[in-house]
């Protein structure tokens, strides 16, 4: 009796203690991952300045035209800081950068945080609904031939996705537009123009086509992880025992595969979101959306560096969240 309460008057504490450690560790990684991500975008700003800075033509040239004169080029480096060592030059838009201060734009001379703010929410309104799209699709695609394993759906499945995914983007924007928007049926428009100061949702025709493609695109990449997660629970022992013991097929998939098979998708998903960010330039510019990544084609025209510079920093750290947060939800999972 009298070890019985011993132990019993030890176990209490021992769960807390594990609960408290699991969240330090968890604390610990969070940490870690946000101290990488402060030096990861610091090499990225110096990456994208020196770049933007190495592109071809000078800014002074573009902006008073071919007329101008030595003594004005001169001035306007001057009055634009540009007479400055390349470090001074680095450090100064560094410190305009993070107090938000993006600067101005050298084709329209408005500030790029104000161009900037309506096509943010144009990309982000047209990657989150491609996002609520490709997950659900995802999840019955890849549940669906984990369930008909090498059978006709499957593999018409497989082949498909070995297709789409082996095809370039601009490609299947282009067969789209082709297919839908111009030569054969011209159901769509094949330009997804937005009026300035309406949301995107008001004008649903000029989203399909683009959707579409970042769908396709989507589910392909994700629905092979799913379906690999799905067949591995699907052939694990415990399934197997549930299957022996009768249990409907139904039950088996949503109560005991699901869960399981649910766990490693979610940093699949994290960075699938990342690359459809990545990916909109293409698909932006190809159907004419006015977001970030048309935007960014058009600064690079224009040689507008401030625009660039913004554009390209905006979209590596969005990039960059996504990544780091799969990659914590991962070490997670596999720490549960």
Sequence with gaps: MTTEKAIDAVEPVKAPSRRRSRRATIAWLVAQRALMGVVTLWCISVIVFVATQAMPGDVAHIILGAGAT??????????????????????????????????????????????????????????????????????????LAAVFRDKLFDRSYLGTSLVVTATPDFVLGSLVIAVFGTVVFKVLPPVSLIPPGDAPWQHPKQLIMPLAVMTLV???????????????????????????????????????????????????????????????VVIEYLFGYPGIGSALVDAVAGHDLPMVQAIIMLMAAAFFCFNQLADVLGTLNKSR
């Design 70 to 143: 030595a003594d004005q080029i001169a001035q306007l480096n001057e009055n634009m800081g540009l007479d400055q060592p390349l470090l001074t030059q680095y450090w100064d838009w560094l410190g305009n950068v993070l107090t938000g201060n993006m600067g101005n734009s050298l084709v329209s001379g408005q500030p790029v945080s104000e161009l900037l703010s309506e096509r943010i929410f144009n990309s982000a309104t047209l990657t989150v609904i491609a996002m609520v799209l490709i997950l659900p699709l995802s999840l019955l695609v890849g549940l």
């Design 218 to 280: 989507g589910v392909t990449y994700l629905s092979r992880l799913v379906r690999v997660s799905f067949i591995d629970v699907l052939e694990s022992e415990y399934v197997q025992l549930a299957t022996i013991k009768g249990l409907s097929t139904r039950r088996i998939l949503f109560r005991h595969a699901l869960p399981n098979a649910l766990a490693p998708s979610i940093p699949a998903a994290s960075i699938m979101a990342a690359y459809t960010i990545a990916g909109s």
